[in-house]
């Protein structure tokens, strides 16, 4: 059973840092694209970066310069995220694209989320 397990949240005051981790665990073949999604109070939920297996990465305008997406061998991806902004408030989930050890199909897998709230 693959699990995805984010740490790393909690509150900070606008302008400061925090740094998400999230760990694949479990039985799979590969890691295809990994990412980070946020939801805040009553608006959807929005993609705010993610990063391919060949290490290509995109990001959402609003948090581009601040935010910085990384991995590792495929079972780790981090978001480094500064000049945190109030608007910045959401819960956080990651994402990964996994690939299955037996069939070799792609199957989508997300963390449980984790809280990130920025305020003075």
């Known amino acids: 059973q693959v699990q995805l397990v984010e740490s790393g949240g909690g509150l900070v005051q606008p302008g400061g840092s925090l740094r998400l981790s999230c760990v694949a665990s479990?039985?799979?073949?590969?890691?295809?694209?990994m990412g980070w999604y946020r939801q805040a109070p009553g608006k959807q939920r929005e993609l705010v970066a993610y990063?391919?297996?060949?290490?290509?990465t995109n990001y959402t305008d609003s948090v581009k310069g601040r935010f910085a997406i990384s991995r590792d061998n495929g079972k780790k991806v981090l978001l480094q995220m500064n000049s945190l902004k109030v608007e910045d408030t959401a819960v956080y989930s990651c994402?990964?694209?996994?690939?299955?050890?037996?069939?070799?199909?792609?199957?989508?897998?997300w963390g449980q989320g984790t809280q990130v709230t920025v305020s003075s």
């Open positions: 990063i391919t297996s060949s290490y290509v």
């Open positions: 994402y990964a694209r996994i690939q299955e050890t037996y069939s070799r199909n792609y199957a989508d897998y």
């Open positions: 479990g039985t799979f073949f590969s890691t295809s694209t």
